[in-house]
């Protein structure tokens, strides 16, 4: 078994040397080979430079350094695209993961799970602009993607190389990668992990992120939902505005027959007229959406279906 650490590092001048002998003191205990992939992320302090510095002592320690910062999950899908590991384990460069939970993961891992994601129970962090966002954020994501875990948000996890290997992460979407792995059958569990308060640097997250998860929730659900069939959550939504324009637009010649309201005298008519054309709009942007997906799937030579393993098949 090999084991691969990925630490997406942005301006952690004062917490990677430490996390650095944390990662060896526990890895070397471990027998399996590793390696430790540090990805820094456009850092203007002296990250590079201590990362450089580690790198040519350990052969283990491999750097991949961005032109600029592109976030957390670009960095975080840059490091898994780039390990070798046949388990792969994400965590903060910032101390509050703890490298002593590793072997705990790899002990799920060897249960039979294909996914472990940490759950940070005793968190240390603020109250307001912290904990409460994430309780919300961890709630809206279990009720739209049915997997239920407690913190979506802990960057330490443990999945098998099968499971994320084909996984394209965007915005903030690297908390979802669970969800991901579910729907694809993959067995998800959680544990409960160890979470220190910062001592170096400054968070780098706060009260905005909440927001573009939920903007990055609403796209995973279209893509695992109707990836396939656009047309059906388009052309749904445009039947439905198309039909309440023609019941507003009756309404409004009802009121006039029964000599109630002049139809110039309500605001039903525009608003007939502008659902009718919302729902013609609706059903034309599905068909557009069906054409690029089928594009999509046959330039690539893909399939809209995994299969999971085969029986009395050559090769």
């Not at 904990?131 to 960057?155: E, F, L, M, R």
């Not at 005298?265 to 068909?287: D, F, H, K, N, R």
Request: hydrophobic share 45%.
């Amino acid at each position: 078994m090999k084991l691969s650490i990925v630490l997406p590092i942005y301006n952690e001048e004062g917490n990677i040397k430490i996390l650095y002998h944390k990662l060896i003191e526990v890895l070397s205990k471990i027998d399996a080979e590793y390696e430790i992939l540090c990805v820094n992320d456009g850092s203007s302090d002296k990250s590079l430079e201590i990362l450089k510095s580690l790198s040519s002592q350990d052969r283990k320690v491999k750097v991949i350094n961005f032109k600029n910062n592109f976030g957390q999950t670009a960095a975080m899908s840059a490091g898994i695209k780039l390990s070798k590991g046949d388990i792969i384990i994400p965590m903060d460069a910032d101390l509050q993961n703890d490298p002593e939970d590793i072997p705990k993961f790899l002990e799920k891992i060897k249960e039979g799970f294909d996914v472990v994601s940490g759950w940070r129970k005793d968190r240390k962090d603020g109250l307001v602009l912290r904990k409460i966002p994430s309780w919300i954020a961890n709630w809206i994501i279990g009720k739209i993607t049915g997997v239920k875990i407690h913190d979506y948000g802990c960057s330490m996890k443990a999945y098998k190389r099968e499971v994320i290997k084909d996984v394209n992460l965007y915005g903030e979407m690297h908390r979802f990668i669970p969800a991901y792995a579910s729907w694809q059958g993959a067995v998800v569990t959680e544990m409960v992990v160890k979470h220190h308060p910062r001592i170096h640097g400054q968070t780098k997250y706060g009260i905005g992120r909440t927001f573009k998860v939920i903007l990055d929730l609403i796209v995973v659900k279209f893509l695992s939902v109707y990836m396939n069939r656009p047309i059906h959550f388009f052309g749904g939504l445009g039947f439905m505005s198309f039909t309440l324009g023609i019941i507003t637009g009756l309404a409004a010649v009802l009121l006039r027959l029964f000599g109630i309201k002049y139809i110039i005298e309500t605001p039903l008519p525009i608003l007939s007229a502008l659902l009718i054309i919302v729902g013609v709009q609706l059903v034309a942007m599905g068909i557009l959406a069906e054409m690029i997906m089928r594009t999509y799937y046959e330039s690539q030579h893909k399939e809209p279906y995994i299969i999971k393993d085969k029986i009395n098949f050559d090769n």
